[in-house]
């Protein structure tokens, strides 16, 4: 199929490109970005016309910090859920972190993910950064690069060994990938299970200090100063965290940061219903977090918002606060959360926030997407920012509930999800004959 998009806002942050226009998609890759495309339907065969009056016309969103839970976890989520999620989302592409059963520590693993046919998004593989994830031996990084990694993590393994840190950056420069960091002082955060506060007390529960976040975000930007070695820091939730993250951005240092929807629209006050879906590491923190943070976001000093979507069982999230694992989902909320929370108050500009979740996300993974470029892949996700919708997990394309927003109403919501020129997702549906 062919496409051609009329009268919507095309918005394309890397070019700067915002304007009412029409963009032509023929065999896949973006033919035409014009103001005026004269319709060409007698000329090209199989030709859809869209009409995106109202609507707005961006490059296909990406998520930099997704778990698919495959290998090993499929009760949870698949390739197949996960990526229906996605493009329910308005996610053209995600990167899956490598802390499943077994971790994705070698080559196999990574083409595993990659010629599964059963993913409707692109889904790009996140490697681990020790064998194992025990940090005891690095991971062969040139041979994961050419099996087809973009970065490399700790994610739900944080890095307690220094000197083992320290070559993970080292390895990080020498290679020029990323090295995602999951910053947690698992010393100071052992057994807790909230943030420590006023509501931890109140309700009996461990909490978890902000400083077990601060000092390995500290430490980390410490090592990326030493090496060279690019660090980006995930789910970025603390006020300490931000200042650290924008001195160190000022010296020079390699570092981006990202941040997530709920550390932004939540804050350690809902944990008081005791919903186990309100539970997450890093944990939901205070007011003036959530402050600096949208702060942190508005300056430049976050660069990325990305969902951290973790799916668990029913089951699992079933049991009490001590026992429930930490996680919730995120790929079919987090853009209606950005426009509500922070486009439709003001906090960002529109272009603002799909830079963070396009754009940016791209340049740090290193991906040729994220951008509108005729003859460059169709990748393309058509927003109503207009659109009011009532989050309703029983409808999600997750396999997964575990989602403290039920119930919550966003106002702006993706439309359409075009990838590769493909009609993957259309008013909320997901296609049935997208494979």
Same mark, same amino acid.
Not at 79 to 90: E, L, M, P, V
Not at 180 to 192: F, K, Q, R, V, Y
């Given at each position: 199929?062919?496409?051609?998009?009329?009268?919507?806002?095309?918005?394309?942050?890397?070019?700067?490109?915002?304007?009412?226009?029409?963009?032509?998609?023929?065999?896949?890759?973006? #033919?035409?970005?014009?103001?005026?495309?004269?319709?060409?339907?007698?000329?090209?065969?199989? @030709?859809?016309?869209?009409?995106?009056?109202?609507?707005?016309?961006?490059?296909?969103?990406?998520?930099?910090?997704?778990?698919?839970?495959?290998?090993?976890?499929?009760?949870?989520?698949?390739?197949?859920?996960?990526?229906?999620?996605?493009?329910?989302?308005?996610?053209?592409?995600?990167?899956? =972190?490598?802390?499943?059963?077994?971790?994705?520590?070698?080559?196999?693993?990574?083409?595993?993910?990659?010629?599964?046919?059963?993913?409707?998004?692109?889904?790009?593989?996140?490697?681990?950064?020790?064998?194992?994830?025990?940090?005891?031996?690095?991971?062969?990084?040139?041979? @994961?690069?050419?099996?087809?990694?973009?970065?490399?993590?700790?994610?739900?393994?944080?890095?307690?060994? @220094?000197?083992?840190?320290?070559?993970?950056?080292?390895?990080?420069?020498?290679?020029?990938?990323?090295?995602?960091?999951?910053?947690?002082?698992?010393?100071?955060?052992?057994?807790?299970? =909230?943030?420590?506060?006023?509501?931890?007390?109140?309700?009996?529960?461990?909490?978890?200090?902000?400083?077990?976040?601060?000092?390995?975000?500290?430490? &980390?930007?410490?090592?990326?100063?030493?090496?060279?070695?690019?660090?980006?820091?995930?789910?970025?939730?603390?006020?300490?965290?931000?200042?650290?993250?924008?001195?160190?951005?000022?010296?020079?240092?390699?570092?981006?940061?990202?941040?997530?929807?709920?550390? /932004?629209?939540?804050?350690?006050?809902?944990? #008081?219903?005791?919903?186990? &879906?309100?539970? =997450? &590491?890093?944990?939901?923190?205070?007011?003036?977090?959530?402050?600096?943070?949208?702060?942190?976001?508005?300056?430049?000093?976050?660069?990325?918002?990305?969902?951290?979507?973790?799916?668990?069982?029913?089951?699992?999230?079933?049991?009490?606060?001590?026992?429930?694992?930490?996680?919730?989902?995120?790929?079919?909320?987090?853009?209606?959360?950005?426009?509500?929370?922070?486009?439709?108050?003001?906090?960002?500009?529109?272009?603002?926030?799909?830079? #963070?979740?396009?754009? &940016?996300?791209?340049?740090?993974?290193?991906?040729?997407?994220?951008?509108?470029?005729?003859?460059?892949?169709?990748?393309?996700?058509?927003?109503?920012?207009?659109?009011?919708?009532?989050?309703?997990?029983?409808? /999600?394309?997750?396999?997964?509930?575990?989602?403290?927003?039920?119930?919550? #109403?966003?106002?702006?919501?993706?439309?359409?999800?075009?990838?590769?020129?493909?009609?993957? =997702?259309?008013?909320?549906?997901?296609?049935?004959?997208?494979?």
């Amino acid at each position: 199929m062919n496409i051609l998009i009329k009268n919507g806002r095309v918005i394309d942050t890397n070019s700067g490109l915002d304007k009412i226009a029409d963009v032509l998609i023929i065999d896949g890759k973006i #033919k035409e970005i014009d103001e005026k495309i004269q319709n060409p339907k007698s000329k090209i065969q199989n @030709l859809k016309i869209i009409d995106a009056r109202g609507k707005i016309v961006i490059p296909g969103l990406i998520d930099i910090h997704t778990h698919l839970r495959t290998p090993g976890q499929e009760e949870k989520e698949t390739i197949a859920t996960g990526t229906r999620a996605a493009a329910a989302g308005g996610f053209t592409t995600i990167a899956c =972190m490598p802390n499943t059963n077994p971790p994705v520590d070698n080559p196999s693993l990574v083409r595993y993910i990659l010629d599964n046919p059963e993913g409707v998004v692109s889904v790009v593989p996140i490697g681990a950064v020790s064998i194992g994830m025990r940090h005891e031996e690095p991971v062969d990084v040139e041979g @994961l690069i050419n099996a087809g990694i973009v970065a490399i993590s700790d994610d739900g393994y944080p890095i307690m060994n @220094l000197k083992f840190a320290q070559r993970i950056l080292e390895l990080a420069k020498e290679f020029g990938i990323p090295f995602i960091s999951h910053c947690e002082d698992t010393t100071l955060s052992n057994g807790g299970v =909230m943030n420590e506060g006023y509501y931890a007390t109140a309700l009996k529960l461990p909490g978890i200090l902000k400083t077990a976040e601060e000092v390995m975000v500290a430490r &980390n930007l410490e090592l990326a100063e030493i090496t060279g070695g690019r660090l980006h820091i995930a789910h970025i939730s603390t006020k300490r965290s931000v200042e650290l993250i924008r001195k160190a951005k000022k010296k020079g240092v390699r570092v981006t940061g990202e941040v997530c929807p709920h550390h /932004f629209s939540l804050t350690d006050e809902a944990v #008081k219903i005791q919903d186990t &879906n309100t539970k =997450m &590491n890093p944990p939901l923190r205070s007011q003036e977090d959530v402050e600096t943070i949208k702060q942190g976001l508005t300056d430049g000093t976050i660069d990325v918002i990305a969902s951290d979507h973790a799916p668990h069982t029913p089951f699992e999230k079933a049991t009490d606060w001590i026992k429930a694992p930490f996680g919730i989902i995120g790929l079919e909320t987090s853009l209606g959360l950005v426009l509500t929370e922070l486009v439709h108050t003001g906090i960002l500009s529109l272009g603002e926030a799909i830079a #963070k979740m396009t754009i &940016n996300p791209a340049k740090v993974l290193g991906l040729e997407a994220g951008t509108l470029t005729v003859g460059g892949k169709a990748d393309i996700t058509i927003i109503d920012p207009e659109k009011e919708w009532v989050v309703d997990v029983n409808k /999600f394309e997750s396999k997964a509930r575990n989602c403290p927003f039920d119930g919550w #109403k966003l106002q702006g919501k993706a439309v359409m999800t075009i990838v590769g020129g493909k009609i993957i =997702m259309e008013d909320g549906k997901i296609l049935s004959d997208v494979r």
